[in-house]
């Protein structure tokens, strides 16, 4: 799990791309964060990289995303 909040975007997103470059395929990450556009930033930007978004959820502000790594990015 990688707990993103208070890091706002573009740093959020940049962190989460980072963090997620490292994990190996085959593995989900949990992204946790409460920016609301950093959020959906993520949602879109991980299928664009053909990456699979296997569960989303929003708790009042506080947003979680699990992302199978496909493929190497």
Known sequence: MVDL??????????????HFR????????TFVLDDAECYLTLKRLFPLLGQRVV???????????????????
């Open 55 to 73: 569960k989303y959820e929003e708790q009042g502000k506080v947003y979680k995303l699990s992302v199978l790594k496909m493929r190497v990015l």
């Open 5 to 18: 909040r208070g890091v706002g975007c573009p740093y959020g997103s940049t962190m989460a791309i980072q």
């Open 22 to 29: 490292d994990a190996p395929v085959g593995s989900i990450i």
